[in-house]
């Protein structure tokens, strides 16, 4: 299935979790400052296991940069 | 023994902690009053520096998109200093992606203070008041403490009051700008109606302008790039902390008032008669 991950098109198995877009993105799960947004909607860190995408949604991961 | 005032330094100082420069933010007591933003910085040694020179103990960051490439963090810094992460979402111009923005903040931070900035074009920076005060709503129900950059207009800190925001942050002038404070005046209505601790919050370009922002009664000034993008950002870190320090002093010892004409601080009565 095809995502959009941080803004660009990402191939993912289907029925991958929010746990492997991470991956995908670069980031390690246990980092700290991580969070990740589904369709503008937070997935707890305690749900990226279980929380399986669906092919064409957008996900958000960021994490603390400088700034402000 | 030592004579007593031999370092006026130490005597300033044992004044200072009997009145107490102690301030209460979102129900915690801070001792320091001078926040900063950790934008702007050419390196991360030269922000831990600064940040450590400054004697803050809230620092703000934003969020981004990861970048696997980038190194080091915001946060360790942060921890190794033993400094509040204050999150905000800078960046936002509308109060969905702030509040949006703020959601990820406190899954990223495991904190419910966030720095509202909603703002209304990236030439000025300026706040978008209504966006602003949606936002504000929003996350005041949702259970944040809310910290909002504002527009030096007093109606409009009032009604951030109202909303149940835990401090009001009007700017100096715009972010960046180093124009220090464009209309003290408001600034000091702001001051003066305010039951909620006022943060002057962007537009300091040097020591006097922070000093001045406590002279005018400010609780506290959060700034950024003054230091950041000073040619020795560690030394005027510390220009800050003595500012803050120094404006919140003479605001509590009471300045005299201001007269056309001069008053002789010395008596005639006296005076000899050298011919």
């Known amino acids: 299935m095809l995502i959009q991950l941080n803004g660009r098109p990402a191939e993912l198995p289907d029925g991958a979790s929010v746990a492997e877009a991470i991956a995908a993105a670069g980031a390690e799960h246990d980092q700290r400052g991580l969070a990740v947004a589904v369709e503008g909607e937070v997935v707890p860190r305690g749900e990226w296991e279980a929380t399986d995408l669906r092919d064409g949604q957008a996900v958000e991961v960021v994490r603390a940069i400088q700034g402000g | 023994m030592a004579e007593a005032g031999a370092d ?91 509040v949006r923005t703020a959601r990820l903040a406190r899954e990223a931070f495991e904190t419910e203070w966030i720095k509202l900035e909603v ?9 978008d008041a209504v966006e602003l005060v949606d936002a504000a709503e929003t996350l005041v129900d949702d259970g944040f403490t809310v910290l909002p950059y504002t527009n030096d207009d007093p109606i409009l800190a009032r009604r951030l009051e109202e ?19 464009r209309n003290p005046y408001n600034i000091e209505i702001i001051v003066e109606q305010s039951r909620v601790p006022v943060i002057l919050d962007a537009g300091i370009g040097t020591a006097s302008e922070a000093a001045l922002a406590m002279e005018l009664g400010c609780d506290g000034v959060l700034l950024a790039s003054a230091v950041a993008r000073a040619q020795d950002p560690t030394r005027m870190a510390v220009a800050m902390r003595r ?11 009471g300045r005299i008032a201001r007269k056309l004409h001069a008053e002789p601080s010395t ?3 006296g005076m000899p008669d050298l011919g």
């Open chain 2, 119 to 127: 703002i209304g074009d990236d030439r000025t920076l300026f706040p």
């Open chain 2, 8 to 98: 006026p330094d130490a005597r300033g100082r044992e004044a200072e902690q009997a009145s107490g420069s102690s301030f209460e933010l979102g129900g915690r007591t801070w001792g320091s009053r001078l926040i900063v933003g950790s934008g702007g910085f050419r390196s991360l040694e030269v922000f831990e520096s600064a940040l450590e020179a400054s004697g803050t103990e809230i620092v703000t960051v934003a969020l981004r998109r990861i970048d696997p490439l980038s190194e080091g963090s915001v946060l360790d810094v942060a921890e190794r200093l033993g400094v509040f992460v204050l999150p905000n979402t800078a960046g936002c111009y509308t109060a969905r992606d702030a």
């Open chain 2, 267 to 269: 008596p005639d009565a």
């Open chain 2, 243 to 253: 500012a803050v320090e120094a404006g919140y002093g003479a605001r509590r010892a």
């Open chain 2, 163 to 181: 909303i149940g925001c835990a401090a009001v942050m009007p700017l100096g002038s715009p972010i960046g700008s180093g124009m220090g404070i």
